[in-house]
């Protein structure tokens, strides 16, 4: 439970904007200036699976259309919690988070396969 504690106090403070204080780091610093040296397997897979979900929600909000544009952002979105949730999977080993990881992964991808149709549809 306390790599799920520090995964989630990562992502609150990546939600929170500090970020560009946190990239003024220094040495053994990556993924938004993040101190990596101290982050075990499940922190540095979700780390990676939220810097990869935020450059793909920026990009997919960038679509000139606003409601493609919200779709593509939210299907990015949708795939982070999937690539989260097999960190999650892969690395717990509290069985009570690998199985809300499990229906976490689920839920999203059963939300991303239609989104990503809405898409194909509104093209």
Known sequence: MKALRTALL?????ASGATPLLAQ??????????????MG???KGSM???EKMNKAMMQGMMDPDPDLAWMKGM?????????????????????TVV?????????NEK???????????EK
């Open 48 to 50: 990676e699976a939220m």
């Open 10 to 14: 990562a992502m609150a403070i990546m």
């Open 75 to 95: 299907a990015a979105h949708h795939q982070g919690a999937v690539d989260m949730s097999e960190a999650a999977i892969k690395h717990s080993k509290d069985e």
């Open 41 to 43: 397997p499940l922190q």
């Open 99 to 107: 199985k809300e990881a499990r229906k976490t992964k689920e839920e």
């Open 25 to 38: 780091g220094g040495h053994g610093t990556s993924m938004s200036g993040m101190d990596m040296k101290n």
């Open 111 to 121: 939300s991303l396969r239609e989104i990503q149709a809405k898409i194909r549809k």
